[in-house]
């Protein structure tokens, strides 16, 4: 069914401890049988045993026998982030927990099996709201040994915000002088606590075209607004919009002495924001220098991108500026490629024809630990095709991941799995092999764009496998195939494309999409593509369909066999020979290349045998060390022949 899923940092970690404590145990509530890593979408509660949170946190001990649940019921009394935990305990600790929360309603909001590959320990974090119903169930995976376990649910931290004094600015009177505005002043740091702030600066001639003043911050934290007054005290314009920045242009106004007002849109208050005013004149572009007229040759009208009508409203909390701003990209991004309305959906009071997203940004345990989670977790009958899902990333690892420029494709990723990307395959039947090592996905549509791609006539696309994580297999592309697509398990390359193969897993699903918003998407390893032909295999590969082409998925050269004056196709025979016993018996499985600095084969990075398209192995191919020839073509010689090595 529909989960979670995470884009891993790396590095397994350990549950945070809870920071209130209320042990209950009087009874437990149990359903048979237990559940296995993904706890049922839907259920009719239990009786359960009632959690009432001290300082919005409370922990216990429990037990569970191989085959039976527990469940605790709690009222959140914050709304936030709280963090769910079961980790064995005592001397018979259980030793695989299983724990999903349940809305009063009985449907699944978030789960847990596994906290990493070496961690079986369960944990997650999920925004709730004050007031609502919530059930933890907690089990055994199954078929594990039961064993004793601690709980804990830790909420927002409740603290007192001390009463403070007016600002020193806050009336026309006190304004802050800035002084004269020559060019473009930038006053950061600001805050609106217990009342508006005042800023007076002055023109020093006429305002010029785009001249401002302007405020930036984060609207979730405080909607702030802008107003603007001459000398006497009188409002010349006013900003009023509902984003994280507000504006009034200066053009056109007399040299003087102006005010700009700082306040919160009914009360509201923002810890932070920033000012700025540019009075700079535009740059002078020259006039340029008169050249013919060529006769103009008529061009096809421009292609129109189509209108998305795919709806994708984000709400955010604990993000800054510069983060919601990546966010809306992100959502933008997925509106370019979702272009079809479904059918209307009522989220808690909100009705879209696309998705709702939450993101947050809780503390979880710092730098380089847990980076998330994401997931739908409200679906439309039928069709399953989520109206709502969460995001929640550390706030240290959403600032590094911001900062190191990788915060987008982080984001982008965990918005794909919220549409279905990995998390609705399971449920839709688009999986086959799922748990094993080699799982497959059976769509149509990603099946028709990955065999354009990889030049193949497969009959499934692969999937990441046991072999990774939890939070990786059965929910994205394979990372040893895909390598730096935007849907495989971990972050690599300098870009992460969005590919087509993506977009027709989308298409699968039921979404009408718009293939061409797709990224270029050239593999860069595991299949050499070869002529136009695919070999389908990973290495040095014989493909009999393309007259005896070879071809090197590490560099994208190709290989092609000819006389010593002939060009391809004409192909000879191919001498083959076994690589030095040295090599042959090396850990790595690579044998010759050549070097990108010095154009030179060396026998060091391609794989050092040589499979057939159906199966048969080939001995390696022997490569004599050549320099580059002329306008880019390597040469070699062997006994028999010259080899024409081209780029392809």
Not at 284 to 311: I, K, L, M, Y
Not at 502 to 524: E, Q
Not at 554 to 573: D, I, N, Q, Y
Request: charged letters at 10%.
């Amino acid at each position: 069914m529909p989960g979670s899923t995470s884009w891993k940092s790396g590095r397994s970690t350990r549950p945070r401890p809870a920071s209130a404590k209320l042990h209950l145990e009087s009874f437990e509530a149990r359903i048979v049988p237990s559940w296995g890593s993904t706890p049922p979408a839907t259920l009719t509660l239990p009786a359960a045993t009632a959690i009432v949170l001290g300082g919005n946190s409370a922990s216990g001990t429990a037990a569970i026998s191989t085959t039976e649940n527990d469940f605790f019921a709690f009222t959140a009394t914050t709304t936030g982030n709280y963090r769910l935990t079961a980790t064995g305990s005592g001397t018979v600790p259980l030793r695989d927990s299983v724990l999903s929360l349940y809305n009063s309603s009985g449907q699944r909001l978030a789960y847990n099996d596994d906290i990493s590959s070496t961690n079986r320990n369960s944990a997650t974090t999920v925004n709730l709201i004050a007031g609502q119903r919530y059930s933890l169930g907690i089990t055994s995976y199954t078929g594990s040994a039961g064993g004793t376990y601690t709980w804990s649910i830790v909420g927002p931290t409740v603290s007192t915000v001390p009463a403070t004094t007016p600002d020193a600015n806050s009336t026309y009177s006190t304004a802050t002088n800035l002084g004269t505005i020559a060019s473009t002043k930038i006053v950061a740091g600001q805050r609106i606590s217990t009342s508006d702030n005042f800023f007076r600066f002055t023109l020093p001639s006429t305002g010029r075209t785009g001249s401002s003043v302007s405020i930036a911050f984060t609207n979730a934290l405080g909607d702030l607004d802008l107003k603007l007054f001459d000398a006497s005290g009188r409002r010349i314009n006013f900003s009023q919009g509902t984003g994280n920045s507000e504006i009034i242009s200066l053009a056109g106004l007399a040299a003087g002495s102006y005010v700009a007002q700082v306040y919160g849109y009914n009360g509201a208050r923002n810890p932070s924001y920033t000012l700025k005013i540019d009075t700079a004149a535009p740059v002078a572009v020259p006039a340029p220098t008169p050249v013919p007229v060529p006769t103009p040759v008529p061009v096809p009208a421009p292609t129109v991108a189509p209108v998305s009508q795919f709806p994708i409203t984000v709400r955010s909390n604990n993000l800054t500026a510069s983060q919601n701003l990546i966010v809306q990209q992100a959502a933008a991004r997925w509106s370019q490629v979702i272009l079809g309305a479904l059918p209307a959906a009522n989220y808690r009071g909100v009705t879209t024809t696309g998705v709702i997203i939450d993101i947050s940004a809780p503390s979880i345990d710092g730098v380089g630990g847990v980076l998330g989670s994401a997931g739908p977790d409200a679906f439309r009958p039928g069709t399953l095709l989520p109206y709502h899902g969460a995001i929640s990333l550390d706030s240290a690892d959403m600032a590094r991941l911001e900062q190191n420029g990788t915060l987008l494709s982080v984001i982008t990723h965990e918005m794909g799995h919220i549409l279905g990307i990995g998390t609705l395959w399971s449920a839709r039947g688009l999986i086959v092999g799922a748990g094993t090592a080699d799982p497959r996905y059976i769509g149509a549509n990603a099946i028709r764009e990955y065999n354009a791609i990889f030049r193949t006539n497969a009959t499934s696309v692969p999937v990441e496998g046991n072999i990774s994580g939890v939070g990786s297999r059965d929910s994205h592309w394979r990372e040893s195939v895909f390598s730096n697509e935007l849907m495989t398990p971990y972050l690599t390359g300098t870009t992460q494309p969005l590919s087509r193969v993506s977009i027709g897993a989308l298409a699968d699903l039921g979404y009408r999409v718009n293939y061409a918003a797709a990224n270029a998407f050239v593999p860069t390893a595991g299949v050499a593509i070869v002529s136009g032909i695919s070999t389908g295999r990973a290495g040095l590969v014989a493909d009999p369909g393309s007259c005896g082409s070879y071809a090197c998925p590490f560099c994208g050269a190709s290989f092609v066999r000819s006389s010593p004056t002939a060009t391809p196709p004409v192909v000879a025979a191919i001498p083959e020979v076994a690589p030095p016993a040295a090599i042959a018996s090396a850990s790595r499985d690579f044998w010759t290349t050549i070097s990108p600095s010095t154009g030179v084969w060396t026998a060091d990075a391609i794989r050092r045998t040589a499979t057939a398209s159906n199966g048969t192995p080939t001995p390696a191919l022997a490569i004599p060390t050549v320099p580059v020839g002329s306008n880019g073509v390597r040469r070699m010689t062997s006994s028999t022949n010259e080899s024409i090595f081209r780029f392809v």
